[in-house]
């Protein structure tokens, strides 16, 4: 394959050196490859942060709508794609351009070949090999750039479609980061949640430097696999998904690879699939070098909910019972934050199934128990009563209350019925995407949670023209929210938590975002309804986080909740901020101003301008 044609700076073409990671950097999206999200840098602290200050912007020349990448920065520079095929690399004390590469010149990607929607790897390579930046296209390529350069490494480019798409005409494709263990690349397919046959989801790990495919691991088991027959007599062959769209994490110290995966297909009727459909909605703990399964957890039985894990597991350290335990902390769409040993798979704090609601779709039937963490409890909502209708206006408590009294909830896993159901937290989440951060010295992970309840019902269709299938109706706007787009439920609408990892308690909570227009009539904590992206956490004590709908981009103190700082940007803020140590040895904190779903922007407003990345530092 030709090498591609490069845009590229003048720096470029004397190389960048790069040197070993170090705790100064931010080397992968969690920062560290478990994913904890904690930077050990001090310089910034809660006595201090009011002082950041802008230090230095980067415009993407990309149109803000909905950038959800965390960049990374290894040895002072900053590798971060922008929105179409374009990445770059820039000085990360400065926010100038060393090199920028356009995907779409290198022959043979496909027509859009974009870096995963979620990031991309950094491999520091051996003595004998340059590091390299490793992309996993959405065009269905493991792609592979000299970091110092960005020039193409030409050998090999792994088509990931081989072996895998022939039967079923189509591109594979990924909307993730490639996790790295060692020399291994492990990726695995974005399948989408609605069709009974099409891409497998199945983690999939190649030799960076061979392109060969290592390991497979078949998450709808197939004959003769372990766990085989949970999805009926026939409903494994050939089955779309599940799929996985957000970063794995991995633990290079005890190989292991922890994978969240999404829902089975079709996502809210499950006719052509019954029995518990192992390892659909589940947390998956691998040997990262070998793909054999060390343990798993279900966190949704037989899920027709769309209750996809949607958020990378983030590994933690925990100490229970005097044990310093390593561990692993999974929010869920449901706002369950469920912890277990990771080494393990046994739960932290205990877990027990409880009964749910039934499911009065024809041909199918809702799983008699589901899963529930003893400890923490109450992050998010998951039921309503009618004395707990939104009462910011008349007008609103009126139309709220027809709208309730014409809905069925009947509490934790309300499913979509013939009939509206009224689910909360609503198939938005509940956790927010970026997952749970971690700061082992004050022994807590947090979590943002969001408390937006989804009203839909069941409507008859046909799926792939073969099996009958049912697919939500919006009714009417989908969200339950008033004439305004407030939503229907009384707030909070959206909080940041902090859990003990010792005792699995709530530390504080406090409401994360506001709504000015809200606030100057008196109407104060009360969140976005938006909560999308996480939290990082710093060794002084500090937790950053955009997230919400009103282009905030907050600090708060780890210990009490309290919010220290704040900036208003552009636009929002739904990427995992960042932070690192420049060369200049100076602590930044980064976030990306990218816009996001405007559905929650009151009045509505659609994001403006380009996203633009956006350093903050002491003076």
């Known amino acids: 394959m030709k090498r591609a044609v490069l845009l590229v700076t003048a720096a470029a073409a004397l190389g960048v050196q790069l040197a070993a990671q170090s705790p100064r950097d931010w080397p992968t999206v969690g920062d560290d490859p478990g994913g904890m999200k904690y930077s050990p840098l001090t310089q910034i602290t809660p006595a201090n942060v009011a002082r950041l200050t802008k230090a230095w912007t980067y415009d993407t020349g990309a149109p803000a709508n909905g950038y959800t990448i965390t960049p990374i920065v290894i040895n002072n520079v900053m590798y971060l794609p922008i929105q179409g095929t374009i990445v770059v690399a820039l000085k990360a004390d400065a926010g100038t351009e060393i090199w920028k590469v356009d995907l779409k010149t290198i022959p043979g990607l496909g ?3 974009s870096p995963g929607g979620r990031g991309i790897s950094y491999w520091p390579g051996t003595s004998a090999i340059a590091p390299r930046i490793v992309i996993a296209t959405t065009s269905g390529f493991l792609v592979q750039l000299d970091a110092r350069t960005g ?12 072996g895998v798409m022939e039967k079923f005409g189509a591109t594979y494709s990924t909307n993730m980061p490639p996790a790295l263990y060692k020399n291994l690349a492990i990726i695995a397919g974005r399948t989408g949640e609605q069709g009974r046959y099409g891409i497998p989801g199945d983690p999939r790990a190649f030799d960076l430097l061979t392109g ?6 078949h998450v709808v088991p197939q004959p003769g696999d372990e766990n085989f027959g949970t999805w009926g007599l026939n409903g494994w062959q050939d089955r779309r998904g599940p799929g996985v769209w957000i970063p794995m994490t991995v633990d ?28 659909a909605t589940s947390l998956l703990a691998l040997q990262a070098s070998t793909g054999k399964r060390k343990w798993h957890f279900q966190m ?4 027709i909910y769309d209750w996809d894990l949607a958020s990378p597991p983030a590994q933690i350290e925990a100490v229970k019972d005097g044990q310093r335990i390593p561990a692993v902390a999974q929010m869920t ?9 990771r080494l393990t798979g046994e739960p932290l704090f205990g877990v027990e199934e409880r009964p749910v609601p039934r499911f009065d779709a024809p041909g199918d039937q809702a799983w008699a128990t589901q899963p529930f963490p003893i400890k923490p409890t109450g992050l ?7 004395k707990e209708v939104s009462t910011i206006s008349p007008e609103a408590e009126k139309y709220c209350t027809e ?16 009939l509206p159901s009224l689910v909360f937290p609503g198939s938005e989440g509940g956790g927010g995407w970026g997952g749970a951060a971690g700061n082992p010295a004050l022994g807590v992970v947090f979590v943002n949670t969001r408390h937006v309840g989804v009203i839909a019902q069941l409507q008859q269709s046909m799926s792939s023209g073969v099996l009958p299938s049912f697919g939500k109706q919006k009714v009417p706007g989908n969200f339950y929210v008033d004439q305004q787009g407030y939503p229907c439920n009384a707030p909070p609408w959206s909080e940041l938590i902090a859990v003990s990892t010792t005792t699995g308690d709530v530390v504080w909570r406090t409401p994360l975002g506001e709504y000015p227009e809200l606030t100057a009539k008196g109407i104060r904590g009360t969140g976005t309804a938006v909560n999308d992206g996480g939290p990082i956490s710093t060794a002084s004590g500090l937790v950053f986080i955009g997230a919400t709908s009103d282009f905030g981009f907050r600090a708060f103190d780890g210990k009490t909740g309290k919010e220290l700082w704040r900036a208003t940007l552009a636009n929002d803020v739904l990427m995992t901020p960042m932070s690192y140590e420049g060369a200049n040895g100076k602590q930044y904190v980064v976030a990306v101003a990218g816009g996001g779903d405007a559905t929650f922007h009151i009045p509505f407003h659609a994001p403006s301008g380009n996203a633009t990345v956006v350093a903050f530092g002491l003076p």
Do not use: C
Not at 151 to 161: K, M, Q, R, T, W
Not at 403 to 418: A, I, R, W
């Open 380 to 386: 998010t909502r998951d039921s309503m009563t009618r």
């Open 403 to 418: 709208l309730f009294d014409k809905s069925v909830n009947m509490g934790p896993y309300t499913p979509y019925g013939m």
């Open 333 to 341: 769409k449901q706002g369950l934050l469920f912890m277990f040993n």
């Open 212 to 217: 060969k495919e290592v390991w497979r691991f």
């Open 151 to 162: 020039a193409l490494i030409p050998d090999p480019i792994v088509n990931l479609s081989t």
């Open 300 to 303: 949704t039985h037989h899920d």
């Open 252 to 279: 290079p110290v005890n190989d292991l690879v922890l994978i969240a995966l999404g829902n089975a297909t079709d996502q809210n009727y499950g006719n052509s699939r019954p029995g518990a459909n192992l390892y």
């Open 111 to 113: 027509p859009n070949p």
